[in-house]
């Protein structure tokens, strides 16, 4: 019999199961329709019945019709047509005894296949397989990528991990039961946590490489760093860090602090760190960089950028000290940053102090600072960058007056004011004597209040030793919403906004959530980015949450005679998702 590869290649073939399981295999053409203006089928044969060991019992008549599929040496194969033994074989070998024994009796004959896919290519094209196998070993490192996987396709409660792993693809299928993840978590140290996060900043070169060959502008720039802190409510009350203190959710809890460094142009989290809940921003920010630098950090090519939480005179001495290079938010309770907007209003109302990429107006000027070095202080200079952003103030003024009218409107008729209404607006609003009616006292705009809040609601202000150009700044600055989206998908996407685990088991929950959040902000900066490039690719419903639950319905079937999956067609939404993600289509056939 020829080899079914110089068999001419003749038919489409699909296959058909009766209400009584039994599978047939049909040939069939397809013929171009001008009238319609699409193909449809045409010539349907009965080719014969497909066996559980993928054998085609080939029947007589399609035998005859042609010559070339006689014999029963026919097996239905990868490409779904028939192809000889040996073709086969290449592509199915025998699966050997262990293989079988491996295999569980409750595997699914179908499962998904592509979100698991794009998400452990993902940990394996950055570097997080290998690093979390050099971190933790390769057997932790291996399953606590599994359990990462698991929080990013949606997971909830680690023990319905079992029933997920069932359904969908990994590269290898590793059972875990409740027990087993809580020995797992708890196996995680801090030291281990720094070690792995050390690997992920030291191949930023090799990521930046491939983002200059695109943006070589960026060449010779600093890498910034955008670092930020969020509170995390926690049940348990054994772990020394929970503090109560002023929780926006569920106050009834403890909570930690937790802090990640961000890189603002992949969205890969390079370092993160968890302390007291009773600490505020400002006093974290020291140890934060101390605990990079004793890990073995080297910072001289990243800009670090942070927001006003973390403003005070003495972290900016600290990373002066440390020779950092950093973009900093700068509260404006500053008696000599208010001096200058005073002196500078009239500039920052120039067209010629404005820019309209960023739509701001700005000013800048220089500050002296002493940097204590081992051969003595020495004076370096940082720049004060003085912002306008236009707009501001009539937003402001509707906000303002609209929530102080409202206070004005309860409070004269003797009503309660809400409490977040009152804390927020409180300053707006004053007792005045009612005209005429000298023992009468009503409630009043602050007018000196208001006109000060708006005045000032549009100033905003930047200190840096890296940026002269304050555009240039406020460019940097402004991209530091990338560690806020990684919060964000934290909280909302991965369910970490609460921690149901023990103290011992806290470093391993926050870091399987944290792994989850980077692959998941990396796949939303690659679709971004692409979706730019190319204004034909969409993100579905401009949402990662949407391209992801697309992609994941790519499903394979199981061979029954073969420990190996076999990728259905992908649609063509699918592939666009597929796409947008920087990914080729998953293989053929997928063995777990």
Not at 134 to 161: N, R, W
Not at 333 to 357: M, P, W
Request: with cysteine; proline share 5%; hydrophobic share 35%.
């Amino acid at each position: 019999m020829p080899d079914s590869a110089n068999v001419p290649f003749k038919w489409n073939f699909t296959t058909a199961t009766t209400k009584a399981g039994l599978t047939y295999v049909k040939a069939y053409k397809m013929k171009w329709i001008p009238e319609l203006r699409k193909s449809k089928r045409v010539m349907q044969r009965h080719v014969g019945r497909l066996l559980p060991d993928n054998r085609i019992l080939i029947s007589e008549k399609f035998s005859a019709d042609y010559p070339e599929y006689s014999g029963s040496d026919w097996y239905w194969g990868l490409e779904k047509r028939p192809v000889s033994r040996a073709e086969y074989l290449q592509d199915f070998p025998e699966p050997e005894a262990a293989d079988i024994s491996a295999e569980e009796d409750d595997v699914f004959p179908d499962i998904d296949v592509g979100l698991t896919w794009a998400a452990f290519e993902y940990a394996r094209l950055s570097g997080i397989t290998d690093h979390l196998q050099q971190a933790f070993g390769a057997e932790i490192g291996e399953k606590l990528l599994h359990l990462a996987v698991y929080k990013l396709a949606g997971g909830t409660a680690m023990k319905d991990y079992e029933r997920w792993r069932e359904t969908v693809w990994m590269p290898r299928r590793i059972p875990m039961s409740g027990q087993e993840i809580s020995e797992v978590l708890k196996s995680v140290t801090r030291e281990q946590v720094t070690k792995y996060y050390k690997l992920r900043h030291d191949r930023q070169g090799q990521t930046w490489a491939k983002i200059f060959q695109t943006h070589p502008e960026l060449k010779g720039r600093p890498i910034e760093y955008a670092l930020d802190n969020t509170s995390i409510s926690t049940y348990s009350t054994q772990n020394p860090d929970a503090q109560y203190g002023h929780a926006k959710q569920n106050p009834e809890l403890a909570q930690i602090n937790y802090t990640l460094v961000c890189d603002q142009r992949t969205g890969d989290i390079v370092f993160a760190y968890l302390y007291e809940g009773s600490v505020t921003d400002t006093v974290a920010l020291s140890d934060i960089l101390h605990a990079m630098l004793s890990a073995g950090f080297d910072l001289k090519n990243n800009v670090l950028v942070t927001d006003r939480g973390y403003a005070s005179l003495f972290n900016v001495q600290k990373e002066i000290n440390l020779e950092l290079n950093f973009v900093q938010g700068v509260r404006k309770v500053e008696n000599s940053i208010r001096a200058q907007f005073s002196k500078h209003r009239d500039s920052l109302c120039s067209s010629g102090f404005y820019d309209s990429t960023q739509r701001a107006y700005a000013f800048s000027y220089d500050e002296k600072w002493q940097q204590a070095t081992s051969a003595g202080n020495i004076t370096v200079p940082l720049r004060v960058h003085l912002f306008r952003l236009p707009g501001r103030e009539d937003d402001t003024m509707q906000q303002v007056t609209a929530c102080a009218d409202e206070i004005i409107r309860l409070k004269n008729a003797g009503r309660i004011v809400p409490s977040d209404l009152w804390d927020g607006y409180r300053r707006f609003v004053v007792e005045a004597m009612a005209d005429g009616k000298p023992l009468r006292r009503i409630w009043v705009r602050d007018q000196t209040a208001i006109d000060e809040a708006v005045r000032e609601s549009g100033y905003f202000v930047l200190r840096t030793n890296s940026f002269t150009n304050p555009f240039e700044a406020l460019s940097v600055y402004r991209q530091r919403k990338m560690v806020e989206q990684d919060f964000y998908q934290l909280k909302n996407w991965l369910n970490g906004n609460r921690l149901r685990v023990g103290p011992q088991a806290v470093q391993g929950k926050l870091l399987v959530n944290t792994i989850g959040t980077a692959l998941r902000m990396m796949m939303l900066t690659t679709a971004k980015s692409i979706e730019q490039k190319n204004p034909s690719l969409k993100i579905p419903e401009n949402s990662l949450d949407s391209l992801l639950k697309t992609i994941a319905h790519i499903r394979a079937d199981k061979r029954k005679n073969a420990n190996v999956w076999i990728r259905r067609m992908i649609s063509a939404p699918r592939r666009r998702c597929l796409q947008l993600l920087d990914l080729p289509d998953p293989p053929k056939k997928l063995k777990m």
